[in-house]
Structures are given as structure tokens and as C-alpha cells.
């Protein structure tokens, strides 16, 4: 079937078996490797990305059901090479990453996190990231970075 | 997964249709039917999306109760002011389902006609005494569950709409397991005039009303009034989580704790 939809601010149209997961579309159709699949389970929110603005699991979502609709995935953040998006310049200002797996996923959770609460308190950060696994060190930088990127966002850098 | 004919039809009267097909399936917010289909545990020769089909999300207050769609998500329950005002418990307990982005898909409806054990919604209802509006009837809560997996749903029904009487209070009391989320053992206690309801989840291989908990409740509707109970074990799990004997103390903890969330809510 047809899937046409608005990938990172730009019209994509794929052709694809309506059982294709939005994750597999575009990483194997759309070569757009920057989500990743980590479990492939719903569980590791590797796979994060937005719909309509808010943070989903692609790897549990077709993309089929994606059609007509906003998909941003991390290759959508930064403004040009050399301007990252101030979430991304937090989590490498603070060691928010080590093998860096789980940050495309941590930081489409994150994003969506502060556009809906441009202040979270630790505890907020904490909570929200609940499905988002990292497997490298623990989430002290992470957390740490979510509160920088915050108050850069808020800053409007 | 097994391929499928996806189909998203935009109005309930074409979904209907699409579904009295052979061997057609009801996708929702998909945060279990999908895992299962990658898991080739479900097939469908038809898959029927229904995201399309206006006027099955939304939250309404209708006299003394409160409607909510069924594609209602997770979140926007969660999120609800009109929710928190009539019934903040169960606002609370949306909001911790899952994770946030299983709460972004994850729909009322879904969670329902699914009727997984561990499921949080199936105990508000249940304890709320809700009743469940389907493309073709009405079914009250208790008589919608009826085993584990099983609802009262025929083959091309579907749930369109739950109808919340608006309790005194009520409070929800949650063990998660850490990995999955479900409930280790979820209790959902909800007071109306003198009368006090409470519902387990997690627990047995489909939710239930504990009596035992309920008849405390009804001398006083405090934690302490639980102290002394214990629960008739027959339809308690055992399983590598959580053996029988943790599990029926978990079911008294968990209710002491929504008992102390629906007093704390009430103010």
C-alpha cells in the first residue's frame, strides 16, 4: 500500500506492506538509521519518535497508521550540521551519553516532554523517561542533561 | 508479523461492515494487539484501524456520570481536568499505565476488550460499577469480564463508549512489576453514599470484586479497617512474579493503599 506522510517537515511517500512496522519504514525503506530498535518489544524506547508531536514507540506502531500525519525522528532536530538542537548540545555538554544507543530515543522522549512542561523537576524527568532504557551507566547524566536541555529550550537557544 | 488488509474506515457504520468480515480484527491504540502479532501469537486476515472513525474519543460528563470513548488514550485521561474533577482516581491510575508513550496509544477501549489480568482499567470499572456501550448494547462491567483474555463482546462488536457513575471517592492502589508495568496486583476502591466497592487486578486470571475487602470498608472507610483481613485465596495466581501467599498480602496492601489515595484525593 501507499504511506504517504510528513517526515521531518518534508513529504515522504513509500510504498509498503501494510504490516511494516513505522520503526522498519524508516530504517530499511527510508534509510533514516537514526532511530533505533532495541528490544523490538515496546520496552527500551530506543525506537521513540513523534507523531503529531508527541513521543510513540515506531517499533509499535504501523506505518500504515502513520498516513496523512507529522512524524519527526531525531535526524529532524538539529537546524542545520553545525547547530544541534539545544537537547542534543545538553546531552553532550553533560555526559547524558556513553555508547549514545538510547539517545535518539531519550531525546524525542525528552523534547516532548519539555514542550508540555518546560519545567519538570527531577522527579518529572524521571518519570517520564520510565520506558526509555539505557544499558550503559545509569541515568544520573541523563536525568541531569533532560533539566539542562530544559532550561536551554526555556532560553530559546 | 503475518501480512494483513489494513483497513481505516471513517464511520462506524463502515467499520461495522469491514468487521462482519471473515476473520477481521480491531486495531485501537494497538500497545498489545501489535506485540502479539509481531509475535505471531494473533493473525488477521483484516486489520480495521479505527482512528478514523469520528466520535469514538472524547470525555463527556452526562448528568451523573462520565462518558469516555473508547479511543480516549491513556494520556489524555490522564490529562483530563473534567477526569480529575469527577473521578481523580482513575485520572491517577491512567497516568500510570505503562509507560508516557505507551499512554500517547494505548485507549480505554483497547485495554478493555483486550482484558489482559494484570490490566488497571478492568478494576475501575468493576469498582465503579460502570457500564460498557457497545455498537449494539449496553453491558454492565461485571457481566463484560468474563475470563481471563474474554470478554462479553460477540465476534464484529465494538465497545464504543464507558459509562463512569460519579463515585464519593475512589482511589487506586498499584504493586507494578518493575519490567512490564502490569499490575503485580492493582485494588480500585470506590465509595458512593454508603456503599464501597472494591476490585482486583493482577491478581487472578481475571478481575474481581473482593467481598471481604468491601465489608471492612463499609464499617469505615479508613486503611486501618483493613488491618485485620485476610482473603480467600481460590482465584489468587501464583506464578514466578509473585507466589499465592505474597500476592493475597500484596491484594490487602495495595487496597489500604487506594483506600488512603481516595481519601487523600477526596481532600
Same mark, same amino acid.
Given at each position: 500500500?501507499?504511506?504517504?506522510f510528513? /517526515?521531518?517537515?518534508?513529504?515522504?511517500?513509500?510504498?509498503?506492506?501494510?504490516?511494516?512496522?513505522?520503526?522498519?519504514?524508516?530504517?530499511?525503506?527510508?534509510?533514516?538509521?537514526?532511530?533505533?530498535?532495541?528490544?523490538?518489544? *515496546?520496552?527500551?524506547?530506543?525506537?521513540?519518535?513523534?507523531?503529531?508531536?508527541?513521543?510513540?514507540?515506531?517499533?509499535? /506502531?504501523?506505518?500504515?497508521?502513520?498516513?496523512?500525519?507529522?512524524v519527526?525522528?531525531?535526524?529532524? /532536530?538539529?537546524? *542545520?550540521?553545525d547547530?544541534?538542537?539545544?537537547?542534543?548540545?545538553?546531552f553532550?555538554?553533560?555526559?547524558g551519553?556513553?555508547?549514545?544507543?538510547?539517545?535518539?530515543?531519550? /531525546?524525542?522522549?525528552?523534547?516532548?516532554?519539555?514542550?508540555?512542561?518546560?519545567?519538570?523537576?527531577?522527579?518529572?524527568?524521571?518519570?517520564?523517561?520510565?520506558?526509555?532504557i539505557?544499558?550503559?551507566?545509569?541515568?544520573?547524566?541523563?536525568?541531569?542533561?533532560?533539566?539542562?536541555?530544559?532550561?536551554?529550550?526555556?532560553?530559546?537557544? | 508479523?503475518?501480512?494483513?488488509?489494513?483497513?481505516?474506515?471513517?464511520?462506524?457504520?463502515?467499520?461495522l461492515?469491514?468487521?462482519?468480515?471473515?476473520?477481521?480484527?480491531?486495531?485501537?491504540?494497538?500497545?498489545?494487539?501489535?506485540?502479539?502479532?509481531?509475535?505471531?501469537?494473533?493473525?488477521?486476515?483484516t486489520?480495521?484501524?479505527?482512528?478514523?472513525?469520528?466520535?469514538?474519543?472524547?470525555?463527556?460528563?452526562?448528568?451523573?456520570?462520565?462518558?469516555?470513548? &473508547?479511543?480516549?488514550?491513556?494520556? #489524555?485521561?490522564?490529562?483530563?481536568?473534567?477526569?480529575?474533577?469527577?473521578?481523580?482516581?482513575?485520572?491517577?491510575?491512567? &497516568?500510570?499505565?505503562?509507560?508516557?508513550?505507551?499512554?500517547?496509544?494505548?485507549?480505554?477501549?483497547?485495554?478493555?476488550?483486550?482484558?489482559?489480568?494484570?490490566?488497571?482499567?478492568?478494576? &475501575?470499572?468493576?469498582?465503579?460499577?460502570?457500564?460498557?456501550?457497545?455498537?449494539?448494547?449496553?453491558?454492565?462491567?461485571?457481566a463484560?469480564?468474563?475470563?481471563?483474555?474474554?470478554?462479553?463482546?460477540?465476534?464484529?462488536?465494538?465497545?464504543t463508549?464507558?459509562?463512569?457513575?460519579?463515585? !464519593?471517592?475512589?482511589?487506586?492502589?498499584?504493586?507494578?512489576?518493575?519490567?512490564?508495568?502490569?499490575?503485580?496486583?492493582?485494588?480500585?476502591?470506590?465509595?458512593?453514599?454508603?456503599?464501597v466497592?472494591? &476490585?482486583?487486578?493482577?491478581?487472578?486470571?481475571?478481575?474481581?470484586?473482593?467481598?471481604?475487602?468491601?465489608?471492612?470498608?463499609?464499617?469505615?472507610?479508613?486503611?486501618?479497617?483493613?488491618?485485620?483481613?485476610?482473603?480467600?485465596?481460590?482465584?489468587?495466581l501464583? #506464578?514466578?512474579?509473585? !507466589?499465592?501467599?505474597?500476592?493475597?498480602?500484596?491484594?490487602?496492601?495495595?487496597?489500604?493503599?487506594?483506600?488512603?489515595t481516595?481519601?487523600?484525593?477526596?481532600?
Amino acid at each position: 500500500m501507499k504511506i504517504s506522510f510528513t /517526515l521531518n517537515e518534508k513529504a515522504v511517500s513509500v510504498d509498503a506492506d501494510p504490516a511494516t512496522l513505522l520503526a522498519d519504514l524508516l530504517r530499511e525503506n527510508l534509510n533514516m538509521t537514526g532511530t533505533h530498535v532495541g528490544c523490538d518489544t *515496546s520496552q527500551c524506547g530506543a525506537c521513540v519518535v513523534h507523531l503529531n508531536g508527541e513521543s510513540v514507540k515506531s517499533c509499535t /506502531l504501523l506505518a500504515a497508521s502513520v498516513d496523512g500525519q507529522e512524524v519527526k525522528t531525531v535526524e529532524g /532536530l538539529a537546524k *542545520s550540521k553545525d547547530e544541534l538542537h539545544p537537547m542534543q548540545t545538553a546531552f553532550r555538554d553533560n555526559h547524558g551519553l556513553q555508547c549514545g544507543f538510547c539517545t535518539p530515543g531519550m /531525546l524525542m522522549a525528552s523534547i516532548d516532554l519539555v514542550n508540555k512542561n518546560p519545567e519538570p523537576t527531577e522527579g518529572e524527568v524521571r518519570d517520564w523517561l520510565e520506558g526509555n532504557i539505557c544499558r550503559c551507566t545509569g541515568y544520573q547524566n541523563i536525568v541531569k542533561s533532560v533539566l539542562a536541555g530544559a532550561a536551554a529550550m526555556r532560553d530559546g537557544n | 508479523m503475518r501480512s494483513f488488509d489494513y483497513q481505516k474506515p471513517t464511520t462506524i457504520e463502515d467499520a461495522l461492515s469491514v468487521l462482519s468480515g471473515e476473520d477481521a480484527m480491531v486495531l485501537a491504540g494497538g500497545m498489545t494487539l501489535l506485540p502479539s502479532m509481531k509475535q505471531r501469537l494473533i493473525s488477521c486476515e483484516t486489520l480495521v484501524d479505527l482512528s478514523a472513525v469520528p466520535g469514538l474519543s472524547g470525555i463527556a460528563r452526562e448528568g451523573d456520570r462520565l462518558a469516555i470513548g &473508547a479511543m480516549t488514550r491513556h494520556a #489524555d485521561v490522564a490529562a483530563s481536568d473534567l477526569v480529575k474533577e469527577t473521578i481523580p482516581g482513575l485520572a491517577a491510575l491512567a &497516568a500510570h499505565i505503562g509507560d508516557q508513550q505507551v499512554r500517547h496509544r494505548g485507549t480505554i477501549g483497547g485495554s478493555i476488550s483486550n482484558n489482559d489480568p494484570a490490566a488497571d482499567y478492568p478494576a &475501575a470499572l468493576v469498582a465503579l460499577g460502570a457500564e460498557v456501550e457497545t455498537s449494539t448494547r449496553i453491558i454492565p462491567a461485571e457481566a463484560f469480564f468474563t475470563g481471563m483474555f474474554e470478554t462479553a463482546l460477540e465476534p464484529g462488536e465494538i465497545v464504543t463508549r464507558v459509562l463512569f457513575p460519579v463515585p !464519593d471517592m475512589a482511589g487506586y492502589g498499584k504493586f507494578a512489576s518493575p519490567a512490564s508495568r502490569y499490575a503485580l496486583a492493582g485494588v480500585f476502591v470506590a465509595k458512593t453514599g454508603d456503599v464501597v466497592r472494591a &476490585a482486583v487486578t493482577g491478581a487472578g486470571p481475571c478481575v474481581f470484586r473482593a467481598p471481604d475487602i468491601e465489608e471492612a470498608l463499609n464499617g469505615s472507610f479508613t486503611p486501618e479497617a483493613l488491618e485485620r483481613i485476610t482473603l480467600d485465596g481460590t482465584e489468587i495466581l501464583s #506464578d514466578m512474579h509473585a !507466589d499465592r501467599d505474597y500476592r493475597m498480602n500484596l491484594v490487602v496492601v495495595m487496597a489500604r493503599k487506594a483506600v488512603e489515595t481516595a481519601l487523600k484525593l477526596a481532600g
